[in-house]
């Protein structure tokens, strides 16, 4: 009997390994939690907080929390440059600072917007810093001057979000006014506006690939824009209340998705299900954070809780010979004109560094304007008995659903009837129809992309 125990055990385990697990409980702040950033070495993790504090979490020590406060009102947003060497946050003091991510706290801040500063994104080669407003405006600085270099102006009400695109050339934000709108950078203007018509979206950013957008909704759903047509690609109603963050996983195929129904859903894009809800907070959940290889992610509520999980369900996609795709990387026939040269992009990179350490240098010179205190309530392991954490396997439920279903045609077939027969035969044919389509629309999409292809190089 032994034996099959531990069958029973090695084939749970078996089944298990592909479910995301929790990490770490970290606690530190008294508000709720706004913003999360990985490092990109994956060795540290910033949030920012209602609490008017930023918290430094370090993994490679005893893993402490050091508190870093300076702003004078909420903390709405924080971010890391690509290269890691600064952190900076947005708050509803209007203002915008820059930190060194030491213990000792050096920062420097500087008046951003006339409201509250609502996000914050740096570009690729973390040359720029994009912020958004309640001022209806976005606004992009040059970040070792500080300097204000260009002003994005078309939203009616509150801008609550705006990211770069993964070439830097292109900017998505979304408004209380219900719309999304798409930026050339060089020039500032709107080239394309998608109108959401029931409720606004709170959150936008550009898939890896940057050939599609995904969407945050307060209405409870998720969408997916293509962005060469502007057309919805995909619909996901999962939740029961708003929807704050959704992430794309780094490699493109998932989604993550935070809401104030307290959960978090995995989304398959390939797929276009949701395979996984993830409880582990026991209010909203309010920000979310993949790691830069998407190992790990990152949870915040309005319970003031921080989870760190393991990914793991993207385990199956890191195995496979051929690598599964949503969409394939942006071919960009518009704006080839203004793709940058190899020197063009060298030179950039020579003035960025010249620029990055006159920013550090800068932030050196200047005696710390910020508290910091070695937060003590970090909880290294779970499980811990103030968080009830349920990963729940929608691929499982499914697969056994489909099995009883099969049960159920199979005691059927004992009974013979000829009306369930024919409504089998009926769904079967449809089934085939929809499969067909599918291949259908599967053909003309690699058609217009060799036609794009042709186009491109003519």
């Known amino acids: 009997m032994s034996y099959y125990v531990y069958l029973i055990i090695i084939i749970l385990m078996v089944e298990t390994a592909c479910d995301p697990t929790i990490e770490r409980h970290l606690k530190g702040h008294k508000d709720a939690i706004t913003g999360l950033h990985f490092h990109p070495t994956n060795n540290q993790l910033v949030s920012s907080s209602m609490d008017k504090t930023l918290m430094l979490w370090n993994f490679t020590d005893s893993i402490r929390g050091y508190k870093l406060k300076a702003h ?179 490699k493109g195929n998932f989604m993550l998705t935070a809401s104030e129904d307290t959960t978090m859903k995995v989304l398959d894009l390939l797929e276009g299900r949701p395979i996984y809800t993830l409880k582990g907070h026991n209010s909203a959940v309010t920000s979310i954070a993949f790691s830069l290889n998407g190992d790990y992610f990152a949870s915040g509520g309005a319970d003031f809780q921080l989870l760190t999980w393991k990914t793991n369900f993207d385990k199956d996609d890191k195995n496979r010979k051929v690598p599964r795709m949503l969409v394939p990387p942006m071919q960009d026939i518009k704006y080839k004109d203004r793709l940058l040269s190899e020197t063009d992009i060298h030179e950039e990179m020579e003035e960025y560094e010249e620029q990055q350490e006159l920013l550090l240098s800068s932030l050196d010179s200047v005696k710390s304007k910020s508290d910091t205190k070695i937060c003590k309530g970090f909880i290294p392991k779970l499980p811990n008995e103030d968080v009830q954490v349920e990963v729940i396997n929608l691929k499982k439920q499914k697969e056994l659903k489909k099995d009883r279903e099969q049960d159920s045609l199979c005691i059927a077939d004992k009974v013979p009837d000829s009306r369930s027969s024919q409504s089998i035969n009926i769904i079967e044919m449809l089934n085939e129809q929809v499969e067909s389509l599918r291949n259908t629309i599967h053909i003309l999409e690699q058609r217009l992309s060799a036609v794009e292809k042709e186009l491109k190089y003519k």
């Open 72 to 250: 004078k009102d909420s903390v709405l947003d924080v971010s890391y440059a690509p290269s890691g060497e600064i952190i900076a946050s947005a708050s509803r003091d209007r203002s915008i600072r820059i930190w060194i991510p030491r213990i000792t706290g050096q920062s420097v801040d500087f008046k951003a917007h006339s409201g509250a500063v609502s996000s914050l994104h740096f570009c690729p080669n973390g040359e720029r810093l994009l912020s958004t407003s309640h001022d209806k405006i976005c606004k992009l600085w040059m970040l070792c001057k500080r300097k204000f270099l260009l002003s994005f102006n078309g939203h009616t009400n509150w801008v609550r979000c705006a990211k770069f695109s993964p070439d830097g050339r292109l900017i998505i934000s979304c408004s209380d006014d219900k719309t999304i709108k798409l930026w050339d950078v060089s020039t500032g203007r709107c080239i394309k506006t998608i109108n959401e018509v029931k409720a606004p979206a709170v959150y936008v950013e550009f898939h890896p690939s940057g050939g599609v957008i995904g969407s945050a909704n307060i209405g409870g759903y998720v969408k997916l824009y293509d962005l060469r047509t502007g057309s919805l690609y995909q619909h996901y109603a999962v939740h029961k209340g708003p929807v704050h963050v959704a992430k794309f996983h780094p």
